[in-house]
């Protein structure tokens, strides 16, 4: 035990003894480590969003992060761990955003158009996002069921759409019975297929999806399809 405690008390006057300059180096060399692991994971993002997991390839990555191969392998242990690890992190960027919509706080509709106002302009500003995602539905969601952090990522925005809910029911705005993942899916669906599928949509129809009054007015549609399906009169 006095070993002990003399070891501490020597570990403490070293640590103490250390000048501003070696703790500021400490500090740049930790802030270095965390620079290369998010440069790494922003490079795979966008080499798997347009690439796809087969045609993603880490020596580009490595390129375009400034980062050493050996890198990879000590931050996400194989190429399957980086592609898991981007999907973690797109789909806990839109979760993270999604909870800081104060919704609790507005009445029942306006926090349901508040959360659809979100999606839709979330996807639009993340074509990345519906790449990756339509990439991993085409692998049957492999690399997701890997990952032990998406059933918490995607959890609190279901809570989050049940909350308005029962809200909406308790004061007469909502019909009852609605299920949360059924209302939240319809959100999606209204938020990214005319995304996903634009290009062939354009080309088939003849009209660019793309284009900004497209997009205003099938914003204004789906907003108003969306309030409607949950309205206690209809």
């Known amino acids: 035990m006095r070993s002990q405690a003399v070891q501490s008390k020597t570990s403490h006057r070293r640590r103490a003894s250390q000048s501003p300059a070696v703790r500021t180096k400490a500090r740049d060399r ?15 993002l ?3 969003a347009d ?45 993270e955003e999604e909870l800081k919509l104060d919704v609790d706080h507005v009445a029942p509709m306006e926090g349901l158009l ?11 500003a993340h074509p990345g996002l519906i790449s990756l995602l339509s990439g991993e539905n085409l692998l049957k969601a492999q690399f997701l069921k890997r990952s032990p952090r998406t059933p918490v990522i995607s959890s609190p925005v279901l809570n ?7 809200r ?7 019909r009852a019975g609605i299920d949360p993942l059924q209302l939240y899916v319809v959100v999606v669906a ?6 996903s599928n ?22 204004r549609i789906a907003r108003d399809m969306v309030g409607r399906l949950v309205a206690a009169h209809r």
């Open 198 to 219: 634009g290009y062939t949509l354009s080309v088939i129809f003849e009209r660019d999806v793309f284009e900004k009054g497209w997009l205003a007015e099938h914003k």
């Open 114 to 124: 508040l959360l659809f106002d979100f999606t839709y302009d979330h996807f639009a």
């Open 51 to 95: 690439k796809g997991f087969a045609g993603g390839r880490l020596d580009r990555i490595c390129a375009a992060a400034r980062a050493n191969i050996r890198m990879v392998y000590h931050y996400f242990t194989d190429k399957a761990g980086l592609y898991v690890a981007v999907l973690e992190h797109a789909l806990g960027e839109l979760r």
């Open 190 to 195: 209204l938020s990214y297929f005319h995304l």
């Open 160 to 166: 989050l759409f049940q909350r308005l809910l029962l």
């Open 30 to 44: 930790s802030r270095s480590k965390q620079g290369t692991r998010d440069r790494i994971l922003l490079a795979a």
């Open 168 to 174: 909406g029911e308790a004061d007469g705005t909502f």
């Open 46 to 48: 966008h080499e798997f």
